[in-house]
């Protein structure tokens, strides 16, 4: 005897019911990141009490939709005692969809930790750099050549610091 009733249908309808509000929710905070993720069970520092909460709500709302689909073939007697299996489901939903929004955050931060830790890697080479021109200078012309770039460089860092010694007693003599 065949039912379309049976659990398998009724499992994957309202995991993807729970799935699909809890995306909803996730699209709209997307585009609105000042509305908060309401529709979530693992994002709460309880759990227990999230799982009863979220179970509770998706029972009530199972309950109150079922006369809804009721039909010919099926009464709402049926549609009622199937109610506390579905709202399972529905909360089921929901948690898959909190695991993918952890994940893809857990990914991100990941992202964010890699592209710093490649930046100081990038900085520390460019500043090992000027120590390995100055080892590869290994003829005389080209140790005069990066010694003379060395002065060139120290000569500049000394005019500019005159220089802004210079206007600073400027200004202060003009007080």
């Given at each position: 005897?065949?039912?379309?009733?049976?659990?398998?249908?009724?499992?994957?309808?309202?995991?993807l019911i729970g799935f699909g509000l809890?995306?909803?929710?996730?699209?709209?905070r997307y585009f609105a990141p000042a509305?908060?993720?309401?529709?979530?069970?693992?994002?709460?520092?309880?759990?227990?009490?999230?799982?009863?909460?979220?179970?509770?709500?998706?029972?009530?709302?199972?309950?109150?939709?079922?006369?809804?689909?009721?039909?010919?073939?099926?009464?709402?007697?049926?549609?009622?005692?199937?109610?506390?299996?579905?709202?399972?489901?529905?909360?089921?939903?929901?948690?898959?969809?909190?695991?993918?929004?952890?994940?893809?955050?857990?990914?991100?931060?990941?992202?964010?930790?890699?592209?710093?830790?490649?930046?100081?890697?990038?900085?520390?080479?460019?500043?090992?750099l000027s120590d390995v021109g100055s080892?590869?200078?290994?003829?005389?012309?080209?140790?005069?050549?990066?010694?003379?770039?060395?002065?060139?460089?120290?000569?500049?860092?000394?005019?500019?610091?005159?220089?802004?010694?210079?206007?600073?007693?400027?200004?202060?003599?003009?007080?």
């Amino acid at each position: 005897m065949e039912s379309t009733y049976d659990l398998l249908n009724q499992a994957i309808t309202h995991i993807l019911i729970g799935f699909g509000l809890a995306l909803v929710n996730v699209i709209i905070r997307y585009f609105a990141p000042a509305i908060p993720q309401f529709i979530t069970v693992l994002g709460w520092k309880r759990l227990r009490r999230a799982l009863i909460a979220a179970y509770l709500i998706a029972l009530v709302l199972e309950l109150v939709t079922s006369p809804i689909f009721s039909s010919a073939l099926h009464p709402v007697s049926i549609e009622l005692a199937w109610s506390p299996y579905q709202a399972i489901f529905n909360v089921l939903g929901v948690i898959v969809m909190d695991l993918i929004v952890m994940a893809w955050n857990g990914m991100r931060s990941g992202a964010a930790v890699g592209r710093r830790q490649l930046a100081s890697a990038r900085d520390r080479a460019a500043e090992g750099l000027s120590d390995v021109g100055s080892r590869l200078a290994i003829t005389p012309e080209g140790r005069e050549e990066h010694a003379a770039k060395e002065r060139a460089a120290t000569e500049a860092a000394a005019n500019t610091a005159a220089e802004r010694k210079q206007r600073m007693d400027d200004r202060l003599n003009n007080y």
